[in-house]
Each structure stands twice: as structure tokens, then as C-alpha cells.
């Protein structure tokens, strides 16, 4: 268990639809960040944040958003689904902001769009 | 951000010492160089993080030139239950608190298979 928490674990939803995605960092990390994994684009980078702000975008959609709340806790809105957004979502968390930091990842979201 | 290359895939036996080298050419000087596993729909699990010469844990071992352009993991006397996709990373952001985040890319990762 690395101590990083995602809900839901599953989720089905249609095309044209809206979810949200929780995670909760583990105790005392400050960074959060969200990955994208599917079948035919692997582990992609989706954004950070560090203490409530924005540190680094990858590639992220215009259709997705991210934030991360007072209590460090990020939540992770897709919208307008399309099947293709299908995949398994992580959160992970580190202490710090850089690259010399250790990330632990959560078990993931797996989002079907139907 | 510097990019990674490790080979697709490796077989191994049980038993048997396995290393896994990632080329990584256009590593900035403040980049690190972590090694995650992942198993099948789990997320990726820290193995080692550094930054040069050699580290060393109770699972595995990394060995990094001086030139840091390469990495090895190297894992000792694997078993069945390593089978796994392994990553290679490094950092992409500066250093510090002040840094300007961490955009930690993966590859594709090397998928491997123990056999008994």
C-alpha cells in the first residue's frame, strides 16, 4: 500500500458525460500529479501541483482539469467523454516538487466510456 | 526533457541476475534517474532512485557512469514474481523547492518475464 488513495476504482459512464476523479496524497506530501494510462499511449503525464498550485503540464487534454484543494487533496475532471479517454488513471504523490523526489503511485481509477 | 530508451522486452529464469540498461543521452545535470516496476493494472512501485556512481537496496541495485548517459537496474536472482514491466525515468524539472516541478516522463518500459 503506498498510502495514496483514488476513488472510485471503477467507473462507467457514456460519451458526452462528465467525472470526477479523487485522490488523496499520502500523509505529509505536498505534490500530486495525474497520469493517464492506456493500452496504445502507455503512462502519460497529465499535470502536478504542488501545495494548491499548478507545477507542471503534460499532456493534457482541454477537456480535462485538475485541481488540488486546501487539504491537499486533487480532484480530476474529464469532460465531454469519448471512448478513446477510456483508461486507467493515477494519482501519485511526492514530498517535494522535483525531480530528485520519490513519487508514489495509487492503485488508479479505471474509467470505461461506454 | 531527456529522453529514455531501454530495450522492449527481457526473459530471464528464476534465479538468475538480471540487468536492465536505459540509455538516456540528454540528461540535465539536476536530473535524477528513478526505476519504478509495475504490475498488470497496479500502480508503478518505486525501486531505485540515483543520481550517480552506485546505489543499492534490499531489491535492487543501479549503476550509473560517470558520464551518466546510461543506467543499469540490476536485479538480483529474480523470481517468478518480477515479472513485470519495468521504467525507467528521469527527472525533468530543476532542482529545489523553488524548482519548477516535475514532469516525470515513462517510457515505454521493459516488459519482463521469468520463467522457471
Known amino acids: 500500500d503506498s498510502g495514496v488513495t483514488q476513488t472510485p476504482k471503477h467507473l462507467i459512464t457514456a460519451t458526452g458525460q462528465r467525472v470526477t476523479l479523487r485522490c488523496s496524497p499520502r500523509?505529509?506530501?505536498?505534490?500530486v500529479y495525474w497520469y493517464q494510462q492506456s493500452l496504445d499511449q502507455g503512462l502519460q503525464f497529465l499535470i502536478q501541483?504542488?501545495?494548491?498550485?499548478?507545477?507542471a503540464k503534460g499532456n493534457i487534454l482541454e477537456r480535462f482539469s485538475a485541481q488540488q484543494f486546501p487539504d491537499l487533496h486533487s480532484e480530476l475532471n474529464l469532460s465531454s467523454l469519448e471512448l478513446g479517454d477510456s483508461a486507467l488513471y493515477f494519482c501519485?504523490?511526492?514530498?517535494?516538487?522535483?525531480?530528485?523526489?520519490?513519487?508514489?503511485f495509487g492503485e488508479g481509477s479505471w474509467l470505461t466510456v461506454v | 526533457l531527456a529522453k529514455t530508451t531501454q530495450p522492449i522486452s527481457m526473459d530471464s529464469y528464476e534465479g538468475q541476475e538480471v540487468n536492465i540498461t536505459c540509455s538516456h543521452n540528454n540528461i540535465a545535470t539536476n536530473d535524477y534517474i528513478t526505476w519504478y516496476q509495475q504490475f498488470p493494472s497496479q500502480g508503478p512501485r518505486f525501486i531505485i532512485q540515483g543520481y550517480k556512481t552506485k546505489v543499492t537496496n534490499e531489491v535492487a541495485s543501479l549503476f550509473i557512469p560517470a558520464d551518466r548517459k546510461s543506467s543499469t537496474l540490476s536485479l538480483p536472482r529474480v523470481s517468478l514474481s518480477d515479472t513485470a514491466v519495468y521504467y525507467c525515468l528521469v527527472g525533468g524539472g530543476p532542482g529545489g523547492v523553488t524548482g519548477g516541478g516535475n514532469k516525470l516522463t515513462f517510457g515505454t518500459g521493459t516488459q519482463l518475464k521469468v520463467e522457471l
Open positions: 501519485a504523490s511526492s514530498v517535494g516538487q522535483s525531480s530528485g523526489n520519490t513519487i508514489y
Open positions: 500523509s505529509g506530501d505536498l505534490s
Open positions: 501541483y504542488y501545495n494548491g498550485e499548478e507545477r
